[in-house]
């Protein structure tokens, strides 16, 4: 048994020659909810950032996701494509983003903020964090739609043929990472976050961000199909899984750092 999958054009909106496509859609409308999400967040818990600097944490924040998961992808995943072809480096437009890279370039992107507002780096992860899942989600739906990073072959009876997967039923494995990094990560972290401990030490909502998203990711990695121009790196073990590695150990480094500190 196997789902043959939705005809679904990967284009919203098509006007000529001019496209507005669902992974585009799936970003702005992500960082608009977080962006909106976050204000009444700010001014129902009073945390201290105006309106002007709510504007600008959303810009350095947008430029982190856009520039480090594009520059994630180019140097992680483009096995060489893009040395011989500099002038695509930035041509988002034609797909190719990382979210490992994504974080690391939210992560220094809101250091400059921290510095330049002189605002405490972690309280301003954890706002942030809170709805960074939504974009996962609506990312990971928009993956499903462009029948892209789909999974490993099975014989699950919720199977999908993928147009571009060979036609073998395959893990919707974009669906799995919508809803464990997505939805369930969303619920987890705005729970804590009505918790007064949880918002008093600093960190630790970033810290279960972190430590959430890398082992779900590392799990994932295990229904999902390596990427075809990359593979397994040794065994079975993916790039994705080493990348989490990393994440991991930082969230449960900040994780301790946040429980032994005094309240922020």
Known sequence: ???????????????????????????????????????????????????????????????GIILGGRLGYVLC???????????????VWHGGMSFH???????????????????????????????VPIGIFLGRIANFVNGELWGRVTTVPWAVKFPEGG???????????????GVLLLIILNLLWRKAYVREHTGFISAVFLIFYA??????????????????????TTLGQLL???FLLLGLYILHRAVKSKKA
């Not at 962006?35 to 009444?40: D, P, Q, S």
């Not at 036609?167 to 990094?181: G, K, T, V």
């Open 1 to 63: 048994m196997y789902i043959d999958f939705p005809d679904i054009s990967p284009a919203a909106l098509t006007l000529g020659s001019f496209q507005i496509r669902w992974y585009a859609l799936a970003y702005l409308l992500g960082i608009l909810s977080a962006w909106w999400l976050t204000k009444l967040n700010i001014k129902k818990y009073d945390l201290g950032i105006s309106s002007n600097q709510l504007d600008d944490l959303v810009f350095y924040t947008t430029l």
């Open 77 to 91: 995943y483009g096995n060489g494509y893009f040395w011989q072809h500099p002038e695509e480096i930035f041509a």
């Open 101 to 131: 890279g994504g974080i690391i370039g939210v992560i220094l992107g809101l250091y400059c903020f921290a510095r330049k507002e002189k605002f405490p780096y972690l309280k301003i992860t954890d706002i942030v964090a809170l709805y």
């Open 167 to 181: 036609y073998l039923p395959r893990h919707p494995s974009q669906i799995y990472e919508a809803l464990s990094e």
């Open 215 to 236: 082992s779900s990711r590392f799990v994932m990695e295990f229904f999902r199909e390596p990427d075809q121009q990359i593979g397994f790196i040794f065994g079975h």
């Open 244 to 246: 989490s590695l990393p």
